[in-house]
């Protein structure tokens, strides 16, 4: 039978709503509206479909400090991660935020309203401490302490949550479950033993052997239960890794394994986020769980140690295996051994045999010179689709971002680049200037008016990159939050090798509105252009470009040429 859900009962917000759904979505025209960001709209499904039990809403501020300082809600259960929902204070006033308001939560994708919130209260979080609690520290190079300090909003409301709807999806609808609904599954199967096993990698022999070993060493069944919501930065998408998971499907045993999609916001924090996984599986009827090495963890902190230890998250977990009441499955990294053609965990290796691994890096290397990939590691049919979605790095997109001045001279050396890649041949080159600067009397050139451009061109840029297209922009991008947003939305959205290069024409100013012929700086000086970059508006130099150039010491094509260079030794050319 499936395992009992935490704190007894499953919330299941949407069964419990149903009734009055229709009454709902009438009322939620009528209210003030939050369109919810992608992480939001994650936590939001997995509380109202019961995954996040006993959660019936986003996190008050008793609740919130329990959790940050204990791992408990107020009234003692284990719950590890704040689940909140930021807003900032020209949200609260824009839209009347206040104890006992409804607010409407609404899809970002389709601008269905999901859920009614009933405000319980507003506060303003310490995101230092949440930071030192939850991840262990303030220390950017964490992907959840950047999300929080450059992402998140300065207040949070707390408050319980009636359901109109689930998110809608269109992809591997056949593969998403509720817990309601795999919990019915499992029954259906008459599975009483399940052993989940959570990823946000493909898969490979490795983790066949691991999961296999697992389950017939608890003889019960697997659940490999991936998360596609938000995971890593720079982790393979979504899409390419479900193609995987479908493929290895094949190579288990007759009827032992199960695959089912989770749509969690991951948090990348390491032994608390172990926890929190078991929680959520437990809700999803598992009876055991899957806790490798370094499960969840981030990687390295800013001073290059690993943020956690290899085996933290399976110390969390026993501390707590009372109270989570699903059994850990402990596991050490699984390594091949060519002698006896299998995989064992590390600790099970005999002295002196040989052993055989293949890194994530090496992978990816693979993966982008079209190298080989051996049987012993992976399998035909997963090798098949990530080359699929992964093509040799020369067939790859990419996008080059020219950030100075203007008048700095990064639009001519953007047409001339355009040139000589198109020179080159095998792949099309799309080009956005940034210089257009409008006509008129006191023309605003406002932060939000450059952010707004920054996301059009970011979005563009990187849509081109992903099919493959060699993409020159060149806007101002007078600061690095503008020039990060570029950045980041190739990163996620710019297709294979997420290929982006930042490069600073750090032409001066003095010598950038002496050549200007256009009489641009003149306006912006008398008033005609007001915020302008260089004149009432500082620009921020780029700490951490690709390449610096500077039109006035040198010529346009040595410019190019050394662009050219930089694309060659990273194999793009």
């Not at 499904?45 to 019961?50: A, H, M, R």
């Not at 006993?54 to 408990?72: D, I």
């Not at 399940?194 to 066949?208: D, E, G, I, K, L």
């Amino acid at each position: 039978m499936a395992n009992i859900p935490h704190g007894g009962v499953l919330k299941d917000l949407v069964a419990r709503d149903e009734p009055v759904s229709t009454q709902l979505r009438e009322e939620s025209h009528s209210l003030p509206n939050i369109i919810l960001t992608e992480r939001q709209l994650c936590d939001l499904e997995l509380i109202v479909n019961g995954g996040f039990s006993p959660l019936e809403g986003f996190l008050n501020e008793a609740n919130y400090k329990s959790v940050v300082e204990n791992l408990r809600l107020a009234d003692g259960t284990l719950f590890p991660i704040p689940v909140t929902l930021d807003v900032s204070q020209t949200d609260i006033d824009a839209l009347g935020i206040k104890p006992s308001a409804r607010i409407t939560l609404r899809d970002p994708r389709d601008d269905e309203p999901l859920a009614i919130l009933t405000v319980e209260d507003v506060y303003k979080p310490d995101q230092t401490k949440e930071a030192v609690k939850v991840f262990g520290a303030d220390d950017l190079a964490h992907p959840a302490v950047r999300y929080l300090r450059e992402k998140v909003k300065e207040f949070y409301i707390g408050g319980k949550i009636q359901a109109i709807q689930g998110p809608q999806h269109f992809d591997y609808v056949s593969l998403r479950y509720t817990p309601t609904e795999l919990r019915a599954h499992f029954k259906k199967v008459a599975w009483r033993r399940v052993v989940a096993f959570q990823t946000r990698n493909p898969m490979h022999r490795a983790h066949r052997e691991l999961t296999v070993r697992a389950a017939r060493s608890r003889q019960a069944n697997v659940l490999i239960h991936p998360v596609v919501g938000l995971t890593k930065p720079g982790d393979v998408d979504h899409y390419t890794r479900v193609r995987v998971y479908e493929a290895i499907m094949d190579k288990y045993p007759n009827g032992m394994g199960h695959l089912a999609l989770l749509p969690l916001a991951m948090r990348m924090a390491g032994p608390r986020e172990a926890v929190w996984h078991a929680i959520i599986r437990k809700n999803y009827g598992a009876t055991h769980f899957i806790v490798g090495r370094d499960h969840a963890g981030p990687g390295k902190n800013s001073h290059g140690v690993d943020f956690y230890g290899p085996y933290d998250a399976q110390d969390l977990v026993t501390k707590y295996k009372d109270e989570l009441n699903i059994e850990m499955v402990p596991f050490q990294m699984m390594t091949y051994m060519p002698a006896t053609d299998s995989y064992v965990p590390v600790d099970e290796v005999p002295k002196g045999a040989e052993t055989l691994d293949i890194s994530g890096t090496e992978l990816r290397r693979r993966l982008k010179t079209g190298a080989h990939i051996p049987d012993w590691f992976s399998y035909e049919a997963v090798v098949k689709r990530l080359r699929e979605s992964y093509p040799p790095r020369n067939q790859q997109g990419f996008v080059i971002l020219l950030s100075g001045l203007y008048n700095s001279g990064k639009d001519q050396i953007s047409k001339a680049l355009q040139i000589a890649l198109n020179e080159q041949g095998g792949r099309s080159v799309s080009l956005l200037l940034g210089e257009d600067i409008p006509t008129g009397h006191a023309i605003p050139f406002s932060s939000d008016t450059q952010e707004t451009s920054i996301q059009r061109v970011s979005f563009v840029a990187a849509e081109l990159a992903r099919a493959g297209a060699a993409v020159i922009a060149s806007p101002i991008a007078a600061t690095s939050k503008l020039r990060d947003i570029v950045r980041d939305t190739v990163s996620k959205n710019g297709g294979p090798g997420s290929n982006f290069f930042l490069i600073h024409v750090a032409t001066s100013l003095e010598h950038a509105e002496k050549t200007d012929r256009s009489g641009t700086y003149a306006r912006a000086r008398k008033g005609g252009i007001t915020g302008f970059p260089g004149v009432e508006a500082p620009f921020e130099s780029p700490e951490k470009a690709d390449l610096v150039v500077d039109r006035a010491t040198q010529s346009i094509p040595e410019i190019v040429h050394s662009i050219v260079l930089l694309l060659e030794t990273t194999g793009l050319l």
